[in-house]
C-alpha cells in the first residue's frame, strides 16, 4: 500500500497547522503534535502513521527525541533528514534551556540548572563530568566538560576544576554529571568526589555550591539531600539563600 500523499491529505495537514495557530499545542495528542511537526520534515508523505509509529517505538515525546539518528531512521518512513531534524528540536530545546540559565543566580532557580543538565547530559550513552563555574552572586560564567568515562563511572579530576575554576575566576562551582543506567543514587566514589573537590576548593576561597546527577528522566542533588541531614552528616558546607522544595521523582 502507497504511503503517498494524496489531494485530500493536504487539507488534513492544512486543518492540523489551524488548529496549532488557534489553540497551540494544548488541543493535541503527543502524536499529533509529532504528525504536524512530520509535515514540515516529510512533505509528500501522510505522516500521521509515521507519528503512531514512533510513537509506538519510543513510548513518548522525550524518548523519540531521546533516540539516536540510527534508531529514527530504522522506523519505516523516517529517512536520515526526517531523522536529523527530529534531533535538530532537541539541540535547540539544549540551548534554550542553556540560554535561560545564563541569566539566572544558581540558588535562586536551581531548578532550571537542573533541566538543563538532565536536557544537555541525559541522553549520553557513557558517562560525563560537567562543571558550572559561577561568580560571587551565583551568576553562570561558563560550564566546561572537563571529565570523559564509560557507561558507569567517569574520571574526575579535582586539581584540574580548581585550576579551570581559578582560570574563570569562578567563586563557586557546581557539578554535574549523569548516570546512565536512569538511576541517580549517588556511588561511593560519587560522594569521595564530592569531599575531595570541596576541600581542594575550600583554601582557594571557592565554593562547591552543589554535586547534581542527572538521567533522563531524574535527578539527585546532594544540596536538597544535605537540607535534611545533620550538620555532622551534610556533605557540602551550609550555604545560606533559598532552598529548592523537593526532588523530581
Known amino acids: 500500500m502507497s504511503n503517498t500523499l494524496d489531494p485530500g491529505k493536504g487539507g488534513h495537514r492544512q486543518r492540523l497547522r489551524e488548529k496549532f495557530l488557534n489553540t497551540g499545542h494544548s488541543g493535541f495528542a503527543d502524536y499529533e503534535l509529532l504528525e504536524l511537526f512530520l509535515t514540515y520534515a516529510i512533505p509528500r508523505k501522510d505522516v500521521k502513521p509515521i ?8 513510548k513518548t515525546l522525550g524518548g523519540v527525541f ?10 519505516a518512513g523516517i529517512g536520515e533528514n526526517a531523522a536529523v531534524m527530529l534531533k535538530l ?5 539544549v540551548r534554550y534551556l542553556q540560554s535561560n540559565i ?11 540548572f537542573y533541566d538543563y543538565a538532565r536536557m544537555r547530559l541525559g541522553d549520553l550513552s557513557d558517562e560525563v563530568m560537567m562543571v558550572f563555574f559561577l561568580n560571587a ?3 553562570l560564567i561558563k560550564e566546561e566538560i572537563l571529565g ?4 558507569d563511572q567517569v574520571n574526575v579530576f579535582p586539581n584540574k576544576i580548581a585550576k579551570h575554576a581559578l582560570m574563570n575566576d569562578a567563586k563557586a562551582v557546581v ?16 560522594t569521595q568526589t564530592t569531599y575531595t573537590v570541596k576541600r581542594i576548593l575550600k583554601p582557594l576561597d571557592i565554593i562547591l555550591l552543589d554535586h547534581i546527577i542527572v538521567s533522563k528522566f531524574a535527578y539527585y542533588s546532594y544540596r536538597e539531600e544535605d537540607a535534611h541531614k545533620p550538620a555532622a552528616y551534610k556533605v557540602l558546607d551550609a550555604i545560606p539563600g533559598p532552598q529548592n522544595p523537593g526532588r523530581k521523582a
Not at 66 to 75: G, H, P, R, T
Not at 102 to 112: A, C, E, F, G
Open 51 to 58: 507519528a503512531k509509529q514512533l510513537m509506538a517505538e519510543f
Open 66 to 75: 531521546d533516540a539516536s539518528i540510527q534508531e529514527l531512521s530504522a522506523v
Open 89 to 93: 528540536v532537541r539541540a535547540l530545546c
Open 102 to 112: 545564563q541569566r539566572l543566580p544558581y540558588m535562586d532557580h536551581v531548578t532550571k
Open 137 to 139: 552572586k551565583n551568576y
Open 148 to 151: 570523559l568515562g564509560t557507561t
Open 175 to 190: 557539578l554535574c554529571h549523569n548516570h546512565p543506567s536512569g538511576v541517580v543514587t549517588p556511588s561511593i566514589d560519587d
